[in-house]
């Protein structure tokens, strides 16, 4: 009821409803409120700045535009107190459909893009799957439902992320992005839409993004504030820099004076950037959804650098999405197998090999039939026959499975301990 009645006002008073209801990212002030709790915050992202330039010095001049897009599984944790807070899977479904539309560059409206852009316009290519399997492997919808008292909840804390305060905890953020829907609270003229945390050197479990129920879903609509802030998880800045001609970090994004609003009309120069102008279609400035359309080759690599560094590369080798079966060993999807393990049964001492056939990291693990994690391995950068010796002997005898899972291939096998 709620949320038609917002489509109706935005649809037949225009201008006025715009400037009542002018959404905003709260990304930044929920930045410095997150400085001010954490006097060290500052330094550990100026770190892990320092290693992802290093990433992107070695890895600029590499054609990623060619490379395999990378899958990473997504949950979803609706913290609802009404019932139109309480968006529908199908809504959740289409949000993460235009969100890996808009993440591999296959957005319809790409089309529009200005013929002095097309160039630059690129995307990472990262798409997102609905979690399969939780932390602890029990299977799941990747939808996480939550009945609150809450009726609203600041754009700027962190409190939606926690079940002591109300909300929902997050799932291992190096395992699956975290994305929280709730109803943002009302600013004084403003909507906060969205909110998302920037990566740092240590996983925290605050990382992902908060979007408020109204900018999300949109089964016959573009949303595109999940886009926005994922750009952000991704490390990616607000295109104006946040300062009158900023810098965004990005060098072939232009300078521009300021955030943008509605649609403007190209070529809308500022801060010298003529003849072009600002590039407002861009993912990371604020203008409505269906004028925005692109992110830039800068923009795209900075983005899969925070997935090629730590701690976040682990996202690209969970399981996540992975369904569970029965037990542990109906839980195999071999998609691939070139997995051997030898000799099998053994008295606990294995051997196992599988073929590389790209360079992407692999993540070995190897669990007993209650699903605990008995060893664990990633390996980075190999090609050829893989061969690993591991000692099981401390675990006792039984059932085993090993799984040896990359981006987008899983191989499984039992191993038998006598
Ligand atoms: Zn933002
Ligand atoms: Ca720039």
Redesign the pocket.
Known sequence: MKKTLFALLLISTGAFAQSTSKR?????QHLSVMKKQNPQLETEMQQYNQKLDEWLYINLNQNHSSSVGITIPIVFHVIYNKADENISDAEIKSQIASLNADLTGTNADASKIPAVFKDIADSPKIQFCLAGRTPDDKPTTGIVRIETTRTNWEGELDDMKFKAKGGDDAWDPSRYFNVWVCHIKEGDGYQIA???EFPKATVTNTYGCVLDYRYTGGVNSIQRVAT??A??CFNL??IWGDNECGDDRISDTPPQKDCNFGCPVFPHVTCNNGPNGDMFMNY?D?VDDSCMNMFTKGQAIRMLAVLNIPPYNSLKTSNGCTPVGTNAVDDFLTIENTLDVFPNPSNGIINFSFTINNKSSYLIEIRNLLGQEVFKDIIFDRSGNYKQSVNLQQHGKGCYSITVTNENTIQAKKIVIY
């Open positions: 905003q990212c709260g990304t930044m969205g909110v998302a926005h802030e750009g952000h800045h607000h990371m604020y």
